[in-house]
C-alpha cells in the first residue's frame, strides 16, 4: 500500500497550463504503475493518463498532445503536465497507484487496475 497526496490544481483560464504533482510514501519495494484520473460534477471518473514502473506511458485521447505524465523515481512523485486547457478539462483529478505491478494492466484506463488513490486535487478552466 502507498499513500498519495496531490497537490498543483487551481484555477486558470482556456489555454493556460498547470502542473499536478502526486508524492508517494510508504512504499519502498520498487516502481510501480500509476496514472492520473479525473471526475467531472455529474460524469463518471475516467483515465487521463498511465505510466509504469519504467517510464512507459499512455494518455487518453481527449488529452493526446496537450497533457503529459512523467515521474520521478528518486524522489517518488507522480506529475502530470497540462497545456492548452479547455473548459471540458474541468474536474476533480486523483492520483492512483498499483504497487502490485511495474508493468501498467490493459486496459490501462480500467479503475480496477490500481488499488490506492489520492484525494484529489480540484481543476477549473474558464472561458
Known amino acids: 500500500q502507498v499513500r498519495l497526496v496531490e497537490s498543483g490544481g487551481g484555477s486558470v483560464q482556456a489555454g493556460g497550463s498547470l502542473r499536478l504533482s502526486c508524492a508517494a510514501s510508504?512504499?519502498?519495494?520498487?516502481?510501480?504503475?500509476m496514472g492520473w484520473f479525473r471526475q467531472a460534477p455529474g460524469k463518471e471518473r475516467e483515465g487521463v493518463a498511465a505510466?509504469?514502473?519504467?517510464?512507459?506511458?499512455d494518455h487518453a485521447s481527449a488529452v493526446k498532445g496537450r497533457f503529459t505524465i512523467s515521474r520521478d523515481n528518486a524522489k517518488n512523485i507522480l506529475y502530470l503536465q497540462m497545456n492548452s486547457l479547455e473548459r471540458e478539462d474541468t474536474a476533480m483529478y486523483y492520483c492512483?497507484?498499483?504497487?502490485?505491478?511495474?508493468?501498467?494492466?490493459?486496459?490501462?484506463?480500467?479503475?480496477?487496475?490500481?488499488?490506492?488513490w489520492g484525494q484529489g486535487t480540484q481543476v477549473t478552466v474558464s472561458s
Open positions: 505510466i509504469s514502473g519504467q517510464g512507459g506511458f
Open positions: 510508504g512504499y519502498t519495494h520498487g516502481t510501480y504503475c
Open positions: 492512483a497507484a498499483n504497487v502490485a505491478r511495474d508493468a501498467c494492466g490493459r486496459p490501462w484506463y480500467s479503475q480496477g487496475n490500481f488499488a490506492d
